[in-house]
């Protein structure tokens, strides 16, 4: 018996053209499936999608249509967008990128400016520029963040890789991978539109020295290509768009009409480039690499027909229409399935404000136990909020300001099935202070938005319930009447125009907002008119009191003589000093614990005091874990005063290179760009040092302060409160 070979150059491409063969066959199985089962293009819940992209666009025309379909696609959450030079100027790709989120309701994707390259505009910048993204002006105020300073905001916290997606040059991207070398371990890959050979490519030739940078980091780079001629968005192409039901889609073809009635349109102004990336992130098997060298450059295959390419289009696009559900195959539309006054408005509400609304009404009705006045109210402040930072459900956190007596409570139970921050998940809390009203604050990857209703429309549903319980009182007439109402506000409101919408700034203009002016004066006030102001110290040994280990002293401890010192300052002040420090801690733990162990205190003041112990994890790390204590804290309204070191007599407190002194400086800067109060300590004994003092004199063992060293500390807290 012959056996088969099993290597050499006629198995190998034997076994090539079986490969292409059955990729293939894959393919058009694939094609075939998606024209039978046209929203399984989506793998997962877009509460937790596959995908998670930044994207830098230079402004040109194929770029609005490739953030259109990211932006459409159900696997993937973008989670900024920077606006960079290329096609247009960065401010002029800003605006452009503005006013398409603004279309969508998106406003909270940030938005970056890059850097300039001093590359000069291409000839087809002046046409491309007249191109409006949409008829909507832009939505979104306030100047726009450094790129580099945006790509650090969005990933400090993040918890998964990130992929970025390149449609212009590599400038920022590669500024910030080599700038900030600890993010390349949090980069997924890079993808990048571009030829093979690449010299000839406009991306490459506005920064060739960012390509060099990229290609030379240990991140994954794969870059898409078109290598077929007249592939463009013809009239059957555009056709598909129209049969369509989603936004993204029509938003796409009233493009693509209004581009054909242009003079000075041309077919490139048609062709697929750039839009090419969300089909081969999201449909990777229908490209094929075309170089064998690194990186890797992949087209579309052959033997794909133009108009398969354009259903796939569609169908990602139709992603964003898919219900996400758990329980359902789809959530039911039937008006045989709902009782009578339901089902007269099915078609005409769920033609207007969408599925997701509708399922979230529906599923809160029969939660709340009746058709609420308030709980649908709460249903579209929740899908604005998603709809917002363009994200699904279990990803926000919120806090509610409805409180928790009925009616206006009733709000709660609609935000909760809306956006699925429940209780049980620990993504909502209801704040109990102050006046309640219709609103809600919520929060997503350090973003965060208050939605009040407008104010005339709140006191429209106050009058009315105050006037159905008038004729009424609380009988089965009452509620007949709230049932009658809440039908309908919930035909008549749209959520885009009856809520207002506050982006709450997190990070605070400068140093010089930090001000204590209303505490020192609640701590003037004479009983009965005070209360108790609460201070909070959180951290590691230090302000847990240790001395010599394991000599602990409480009183002697820089809280304690906080506390004895702003007694004799404010004589009348109920003061109270609560220690959440623990010995031997570091930031990371600190936050882990901070919900449970700090915030519960309800703290007037926070201060916080990790440093010395952070050196074990690092700068970066633990400038995560202080920005997410700090952000935390600010959600509520709380001031902080963050603390760098007290000193280490194993580190030279005058040698600017250590890591110390490193982390002084990140504090120092965290209180600058969040607008908190700072207490320089490593700066205060450094000072004595350079006066002559050994630290020593200051210091009960190598780590750890002794009583004259907590003073000086405390000095400095007094100081602030003076």
């Known amino acids: 018996m012959t056996s088969l070979p099993t290597d050499g150059p006629t198995c190998t491409l034997a076994n090539k053209s079986f490969s292409q063969a059955l990729k293939a066959l894959l393919t058009l199985l694939l094609t075939f499936s998606f024209f039978l089962f046209p929203l399984s293009l989506s793998y997962a819940h877009s509460g937790k999608p596959k995908y998670h992209v930044i994207i830098d666009t230079d402004g040109a025309l194929d770029d609005l249509r490739a953030i ?30 503005r006013q398409l989120l603004g279309h969508f309701h998106h406003e909270g994707i940030p938005v970056g400016k890059g850097r300039a390259t001093g590359y000069p505009l291409p000839f087809w910048s002046e046409y491309a520029g007249s191109v409006p993204w949409s008829d909507d002006t832009p939505r979104q105020e306030g100047d726009l963040p450094d790129a580099l300073e945006l790509l650090n905001d969005i990933t400090c916290d993040y918890p998964q890789k990130l ?63 078109n290598d077929r001629k007249n592939l463009m968005w013809d009239e059957e192409m555009i056709s598909e768009l129209d049969s369509s039901q989603s936004a993204y889609a029509a938003h796409l073809a009233a493009y693509f009409k209004m581009m054909s009635s242009r003079q000075r349109a041309k077919s490139a102004d048609f062709e697929l480039y750039d839009d090419l990336i ?34 796939l289009i569609t169908t990602l696009l139709d992603s964003s229409l898919k219900a996400n559900n758990r329980m359902f195959t789809d959530f039911p539309v039937d008006t045989l399935l709902y009782q009578r006054n339901v089902a007269a408005i099915l078609p005409s509400t769920l033609g207007e404000y969408g599925l997701t609304e509708w399922k979230s009404v529906v599923l809160t009705n029969e939660i709340h136990g009746h058709t609420g006045i308030y709980s649908i109210i709460g249903v579209k402040m929740g899908v604005r909020a998603l709809e917002y930072f363009n994200v699904g459900v279990n990803n926000l956190e919120t806090v509610t300001i409805a409180g928790n007596v009925p009616p206006l409570s009733c709000l709660n139970d609609g935000i909760q099935v809306s956006t699925g921050s429940t209780i049980g998940q620990g993504l909502i809390r209801i704040d109990p202070d102050g006046k309640h009203v219709p609103a809600a604050v919520f929060s997503f990857n350090g973003q965060v938005i208050r939605i009040d209703l407008k104010k005339d429309i709140a006191e429209r549903i106050e009058a009315d319930i105050r006037r159905s319980l008038e004729q009424f009182g609380m009988t089965d007439r009452y509620w007949s009447r709230i049932e009658q109402l809440a039908f309908q506000y919930w035909q008549e409101m749209d959520r885009h125009q009856i809520f207002t919408l506050e982006k709450i700034d997190q990070t605070g203009a400068d140093k010089s907002e930090f001000d204590l002016t209303d505490i020192k004066h609640e701590m003037k006030q004479a009983w009965p008119g005070n209360r108790a102001i609460n201070l909070v110290f959180h951290g590691h040994s230090v302000p847990a009191g240790y001395f010599k280990t394991p000599d602990v002293r409480t009183l002697e401890a820089y809280p304690y003589q906080v506390l ?21 801690e570091n930031s990371e733990q600190g936050a882990i614990r901070f919900s449970q162990d700090v915030l519960i205190h309800k703290p007037d003041v926070l201060f916080i005091d990790y440093a ?25 309204g709380i001031r902080i005063v963050l603390l760098t070191p007290s ?5 030279d407190i005058l040698d600017p290179a250590t ?27 450094r000072d004595k040092v350079k006066a002559g003092e050994p630290v020593g004199n200051y210091m009960s063992q190598v780590n750890h302060p002794n009583e004259k060293g907590h003073h000086l500390i405390a000095e400095s807290i007094i100081s602030l409160f003076k």
């Open 68 to 97: 259109t379909m990211l932006l459409a696609c159900n696997d993937v959450r973008v989670l900024g967008i920077i606006g960079s030079q290329g096609t247009l100027s960065a401010d002029s790709s800003c605006a452009k990128v």
């Open 163 to 225: 992929t970025l997606i390149a449609l212009g040059a590599l400038t920022n991207l590669s500024d910030w991978l080599k700038e900030h070398p600890e993010n390349q371990a949090k980069i997924e890959r890079i993808i990048w539109y571009g030829k093979p050979g690449l010299t000839s490519e406009f991306n490459y030739q506005a920064d060739p020295d960012s390509y060099r940078i990229i290609e030379s980091l240990p991140v994954k780079l794969e870059i898409v290509s």
């Open 278 to 311: 969300p089909l081969f992130l999201m449909v990777p098997i229908v490209f094929t690499e075309i170089n064998s060298e690194d990186p890797v450059v992949f087209a579309l295959e052959r033997n794909l027909p133009d108009r398969q390419v354009a259903s």
């Open 564 to 584: 004895r010192e702003l007694k004799k300052l404010y004589p009348l002040a109920v003061i109270n000093v609560i220690v959440t420090a623990i010995g031997g």
């Open 612 to 636: 010395l112990n952070d050196r074990g994890i690092g700068a970066d790390r633990s400038r995560q874990a202080w920005e997410s204590m700090i952000r935390q804290a600010r959600e509520r």
């Open 647 to 651: 000193p280490d007599q194993n580190v």
């Open 659 to 685: 890591d110390l002194q490193k982390l002084s400086d990140q504090i120092a800067g965290l209180a600058q760009r969040y607008g908190t109060g700072l207490v320089d300590s490593y700066a205060l004994f």
